[in-house]
């Protein structure tokens, strides 16, 4: 079996231009999607991901704005500009770029920002809201994953899922949501013995180890879907994902590349997530 491979840039495409009519409509009803970034220091990478976040919202009809301080700033300084944002009603979505500098603590921003405008979906109250089942911000590369999955009509329903990887970010979060759609969900991470035990009996696989084609033939099941979240830059500067794609392409049902998979649709979610916070959460998405 030779997989299907899932074009996360092309179901992304189509998902923006879906939702560049809804911005339009509510433009008409003079409510414009506002979304303000907050990055702190010069990581060339952070301001990369920024600049892509300011563009696909740009081509969407999403105002942005981006804030840059230095890596220098004060917790408190910016817990102080996060209160401005949670105050001002034309900021509908607010995202601090992470990793923040070591002498800020990161969960006591992620808790600062106000659960009605946490579009990254990190906030205590929204991951709550994720476990029990309510509506609220999902987090975007995890909600980005299920949407992949969706896209190509694959039942999640009583499927066996394993997830390599546990952050609060990416491994635990896609779990819990492929736990929502019903499958039975497996956790593996770095402290898993017999890793391959595991991977082998997965129906839908899930790589967010962040290690460079770590996921070989031999970890996956005939058949099984895989989905990649890495993002690894090689020596030579490619971009790579966890799972070793030629191998795994060859036996897998469905696979996601890298770059142009997963990656594309963590943007697209965002923008989704800021189109609801302008709409008002809990008032359908
Ligand atoms: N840094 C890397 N990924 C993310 C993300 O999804 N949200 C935020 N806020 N920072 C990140």
Do not use: W
């Amino acid at each position: 079996m030779v997989a299907h491979v899932i074009s996360g840039k092309d179901i992304a495409q189509k998902m923006r231009e879906e939702m560049a009519q809804e911005v339009e409509q509510l433009k008409q009803r003079h409510i414009v999607p506002h979304l303000t970034v907050v990055i702190l220091g010069e990581d060339p990478a952070s301001h990369s991901y920024v600049k892509g976040k300011k563009k696909a919202c740009t081509q969407t009809g999403i105002s942005s704005d981006v804030i840059e301080l230095p890596d220098t700033t004060s917790e408190q300084a910016l817990l102080d500009i996060i209160d401005q944002l949670n105050h001002d009603d034309a900021v509908h979505g607010i995202l601090v770029q992470l990793p923040l500098p070591k002498h800020i603590d990161e969960q006591h921003i992620i808790e600062a920002i106000s659960p009605e405008k946490d579009v990254d979906g990190f906030h205590p109250v929204s991951v709550g809201r994720m476990i029990t089942g309510q509506d609220t911000f999902l987090p975007c590369t995890p909600h980005g994953i299920i949407e992949l999955i969706k896209s190509q009509q694959i039942d999640i329903k009583g499927k066996h899922a394993v997830v390599i990887g546990r952050s609060n970010i990416v491994g635990k979060p896609v779990g819990q949501l492929l736990l929502n759609e019903h499958a039975t969900v497996t956790y593996c991470h770095s402290k898993t013995e017999n890793l391959q035990q595991y991977t082998l009996k997965a129906d839908i696989l899930i790589a967010a180890v962040g290690k460079a084609n770590v996921i070989k033939a031999e970890h996956v099941k005939p058949g099984a879907v895989v989905i990649d979240v890495g993002v690894n830059r090689l020596d030579d500067g490619t971009l790579t994902g966890d799972v070793d794609f030629d191998e795994v392409k060859e036996i897998a049902s469905y696979i996601t590349p890298v770059p142009k998979g997963v990656g594309p649709m963590t943007i697209t979610m965002l923008l989704k997530n800021t189109i609801k916070a302008a709409k008002g959460l809990g008032k359908g998405d």
